[in-house]
């Protein structure tokens, strides 16, 4: 990050500091052991390693106590997180709802918490203090620790510092820490159970059971946990709003069930539909009727889910020691699903080749009357014979769907002493995610399918041996299968020859992280009459992440980069880092009114360099009940271990036409639509570590002791994020050939992959695509004049080769508010709350572009989210709503295809003048009551009250905005605990 003369003198002061508070301190430990009689408990708070210090209302800190969880009714972590206005709008934050089979979809049974939309890999997640290790699997390239692996039921609090925070913790915690603080020193015996389910028709049950027990013995405490959760899948065609596509127009060409045939095969040029289509026939752009396909027929919203999960707090309390040792462990089963994959050609081309007798399973007249409009041409088969035929568009029936088991284990112990009127403390941790996946469904081998389809295929499932001398096929001690046909739906024959070309293919994970530290905290000074107070310390760490698909899955060199199945990328990746810091925090209480905190921490990575984070904070309180309050830090995230350990990533990549106008007019015909295309991406040794500046101000007041108010403008400089950048590849292969190629990258080559013929093609001077200089307008006017393609872009092949890129900046501020108020009233208290987050500015600039766009109050980051309470609560029940409000924001209609901006404005949702709409505000209730009973209590919460359907988002294919609502309606749980004594 480039630092100001001033900014560097800080930072520099800061150190500076820190050298001198640790010699100070090492001479405080020359002083005699305390006297136990005089020990008190200093108390420690998320942002802070100073212990004893009067912190109170000192940062913007968020609290959610055991209470507020129960109130809630959530039963998991990824849930309570939907609560937390700093954790919602933007795409940071995901649970099961984005998850999927594919390498574009988040792991199945996973989810992630973010603060302020910036990422799951910018947010840093501790428990109890201290690391958790990430999932091995990636969301895309970034690694992020799986909330689903922390029980809800054995979280005591959670504490939440949404700004930078990298000068107390190091890497990550560029937008802020997340804290979960364990249940511990509880005795008795704790029996709960919850059911939640919507008032829909189908079962969308989750059952929940919990066991908290916790003994004290002669100076420790032992306290353990169980918790189990099962969840039913929730499905777009359980809701009526989901259940037909949003619009007609958003259809796909390859249908399920029976193919549509291809329309290079049609001898008038269109698409022909499917003979006997389940649906009825939609008519395309292009005014052909066809057997389409919608990708809500097979849309999870909720995948099943089921955890196990334990552990458990001992705690010693000696004379002038304290031992702790917490444990966590977690299983995950989880199943996910993502559309039907495509049936492509061996070489992944559009269109699959089938011989022509496959028609013959048709009636006479239908077989006929495709027959007279239908070109039959010669192709070559996997076996290397050739055949007669036409090509055909079409998926396979079944979802794509894997199967993921996670196993999680984190143990830390640690022990924390006196010395003189010094603490001390030291600890150590490991934890590790462990993660195996296999696809059980909807996957299949290309060339097995294709071998299949032309009769090549062996009951052993081994593809026939061809002799051209006789033209004949062999076995080799099996026997021939019939060609499995498309077209014959519902043989249980045919059925079974495809069953053979089904593939199984898996994915192993493991992340590590082991780490140990030290730190120290005391008084250093009086100053004005007032302690000094210093905390110090380091840390090393090591991280170890491998995430290794089965070569079945992989591209390869050797085979021109074609996965073995169809539609089914993968990640592969291994890294290690090892990591140490050095870090100091001074507190000093300039006067009575005013306290200055600063905080420093260096860091330095075996394969990333170092780093100094600095941090400047103050308070000030001109009166009892108001504190003014104000940070300055820097922050950083070391490009995460998958991202350094990319070997190879088989996924999909956009590219978006709508931010540069060469590029839409070479590939997109000129409208700002969002393309995407299969890419393989590839880790970038050259990668930067991204970094950030943030400042904050604001003020705490309390007018009266039931009345508490805080106000916070915060703003982040986020530089160097780290993503793939397909759109700026393209803008540079306009002027550098390096980055063009016909057909096939090869090994070693970074860039563009186009259609082989379009080197058969050139411009004005002779010049093909691959050429220095040449002039890509032409180029494809040329190709349009050769080919007479259905769209004039340059046509594209498949698998471009992108590297991982420090891709620009992203500015961010806004205001986070938080006012309660309590009325005592003669048997209860009603309690009042209104929290909530407005985002000022969220700009970044677009990814292939200088332009800067503002996403605040754009398609998916609404510019405020709110949280309204009121409660009744007396001493054995209380009652009261949640008011959740998300705003409304754009409508994404400008990268939807013309024949949806057509239907769009057929339907009167926007006008041909006006192509903008908005999507929405969200306004849902939440019903929780509770009642306590001697030895127990019963709950009910229940969730969007009044059943507000999901604001409508055309720009999503769901037809909802899957981030920042959803479709489920009401949905109610019922909780009950029983207490042991």
């Not at 969840?231 to 619009?247: G, M, V, Y």
């Not at 062996?458 to 077209?487: H, K, R, T, V, W």
């Not at 080919?787 to 594209?796: T, V």
């Not at 900046?809 to 009233?825: F, K, P, R, S, Y």
């Amino acid at each position: 990050m480039k630092k100001s003369t001033l900014l560097h003198r800080i930072s520099v002061s800061v150190g500076t500091l820190s050298y001198l508070s640790l010699c100070i301190a090492g001479a405080a430990f020359a002083q005699e052991p305390v006297n136990e009689d005089e020990t008190v408990e200093r108390i420690q708070v998320t942002g802070s390693n100073i212990r004893g210090a009067n912190m109170e209302g000192a940062q913007p800190l968020t609290v959610l106590t055991s209470d507020d969880i129960a109130r809630t009714g959530a039963s998991t972590i990824s849930e309570l997180m939907r609560t937390v206005t700093q954790a919602r709008g933007g795409v940071g934050t995901f649970d099961t709802t984005q998850s999927g089979a594919t390498s574009t979809s988040t792991p199945p049974g996973q989810a992630a918490a973010s603060l302020r939309g910036i990422g799951p890999s910018s947010t840093l997640t501790l428990v109890n203090g201290r690391r958790i290790a990430a999932s091995s699997f990636a969301a895309g390239t970034e690694n992020f620790v799986d909330i689903n692996s922390i029980p809800a039921s054995a979280v005591e609090r959670v504490e939440i510092l949404a700004t930078g925070a990298s000068a107390i913790y190091g890497a990550d915690a560029v937008a802020g820490v997340i804290n979960y603080i364990l249940k511990d020193d509880y005795e008795g015996l704790e029996l709960s159970t919850n059911y939640e389910n919507t008032t829909n028709s189908n079962d969308h049950g989750a059952l929940n059971f919990q066991m908290l027990w916790g003994k004290n013995f002669e100076n420790s405490n032992l306290t353990a946990f169980v918790d189990y959760y099962d969840r039913k899948a929730i499905r777009a065609a359980d809701f009526s709003q989901t259940r037909e596509p949003i619009l007609q127009s958003s259809y796909s060409y390859l249908a399920k069930g029976q193919p549509n045939i291809y329309f290079n095969s049609a001898r008038d040029g269109n698409e022909m539909p499917a003979p006997n289509c389940a649906d009825e026939l939609t008519i395309t752009e292009f005014g052909e009727e066809i057997c389409a396909y919608y990708a809500n027929e097979d849309d999870y919203f909720e995948t099943p889910l089921e955890t196990l999960s334990g552990g458990f707090t001992y705690t010693y309390q000696g004379d002038n020691l304290t031992w702790r040792t917490d444990l966590l462990a977690s299983h995950t089963k989880s199943t996910s699903f993502s559309t039907p994959a495509p049936i492509n050609q061996v070489d992944d081309e559009e269109g699959a080749w089938i011989g022509v007798d496959a028609l013959d399973v048709l009636d006479e007249t239908t077989r006929n009357s495709i027959l007279d409009n239908l070109y039959v041409d010669p192709f070559d088969t996997v076996a290397g014979r050739e055949l007669e035929g036409f090509q055909y568009d079409a998926r396979f029936s079944s979802p794509r769907t894997v199967e993921i088991e996670t196993d999680a284990i984190r143990l830390v112990t640690s022990v924390l002493g006196y010395f003189g009127d010094w603490e001390w403390e030291a600890g150590a941790l490991y934890s590790r995610s462990e993660s195996e996946q296999v696809a059980t469904q909807g996957i299949y081998n290309r060339y097995l399918y294709t071998a299949a389809a032309h009769g090549e295929l062996c009951d052993n499932g081994n593809i026939a041996q061809y002799n051209s001398d006789d033209d004949s096929l062999s076995c080799a001690g099996s026997n021939l299968l019939s060609a499995y046909n498309p077209f014959l739906v519902g043989d249980t024959q045919n059925d079974a020859i495809l069953g053979l070309t089904q593939a199984r293919p898996t994915r192993d994970g493991t992340s590590e992280v082991f780490g140990v530290d030290a730190k120290i905290n005391g008084e250093i000074a009086q100053f004005n009459g007032n302690a000094v107070l210093l905390a110090a310390g380091v840390e090393f760490r090591r991280e170890e992440i491998t995430d290794m698909p089965s070569l079945d899955s992989q591209a390869r060199a050797e085979n021109d980069f074609l996965v073995d199945v169809f539609g089914f990328g993968s990640s592969a990746s291994a890294a290690d880092r090892n990591q140490m810091g050095i870090f100091t925090e001074v507190f000093v209480p300039v006067s009575d009114k005013f306290d200055i905190s600063l905080a420093g921490r260096f860091d330095d990575y075996n394969d990333f360099g170092s780093t100094f984070n600095p941090k400047v904070g103050f308070t000030y309180r001109p009166l009892d009940n108001l504190v003014l309050r104000g940070s300055w830090s820097t922050a950083f995230r070391a490009p995460s271990l998958t991202q350094a350990g990319v070997q190879l990533r088989t996924t999909r990549a956009s590219f978006d036409c709508s931010v540069n106008s060469a590029v839409a007019d070479l590939y997109c015909e000129g409208q700002g639509t969002v393309r995407g295309n299969n890419v393989l991406e590839l880790g970038n040794p050259a990668l930067r570590a991204e970094e950030s500046e943030t400042y904050s101000f604001g003020f705490a007041y309390s007018p009266t002791d039931n009345t508490h108010i805080t106000v916070d403008y915060w703003t982040f400089d986020h530089e160097d994020i780290v993503d793939t950048n397909m759109t700026g590849v393209l803008n540079e292969a306009i002027t550098d050939a390096s980055l063009r190629h016909c057909g096939v990258l090869d090994e070693g080559e970074i860039g563009i992959s186009y259609l082989e013929d379009l080197c058969l093609v050139t411009d004005s001077q002779g010049n093909t695509i691959e050429a220095d200089g040449a002039n890509l307008t032409e180029i494809l006017d040329a190709w349009v004049a050769f080919d007479d393609p259905r769209f004039a872009e340059l046509p594209l092949f498949r698998d471009h080769i992108l590297l991982l890129d420090n891709t620009g900046t992203q500015e961010l501020e806004g205001i986070d508010w938080n006012v309660t108020h309590d009325i005592n009233m003669s048997r209860g208290t009603l309690e009042l709350g209104l929290s909530g987050t407005h985002y000022l500015t969220y700009d970044r600039n677009r990814p292939g572009s200088d332009q800067i766009e503002s996403l605040a109050g754009t398609f998916l980051y609404p510019e405020t989210v709110a949280t309204a309470e009121l409660f009744y609560v007396e001493e054995d029940w209380y009652v009261g709503a949640y008011v959740f409000y998300t705003g409304s924001y754009d409508d994404d209609i400008i990268r939807l295809r013309g024949r949806e901006i057509d239907e769009l404005i057929d339907i009167g949702a926007i006008t041909e003048e006006n192509q903008e709409r908005d999507v929405s505000s969200w306004t849902t209730v939440t019903l929780s009551a509770g009642y306590y009973f001697d030895n127990a209590d019963i709950r009910l919460t229940v969730d969007n009250l009044f059943d507000r359907d999901a604001p409508t988002a055309y720009g999503s294919g769901r037809g909802f905005d899957a981030y920042n609502h959803d479709p489920f309606g009401t949905r109610y749980t019922l909780a009950f605990s029983y207490y042991f004594q």
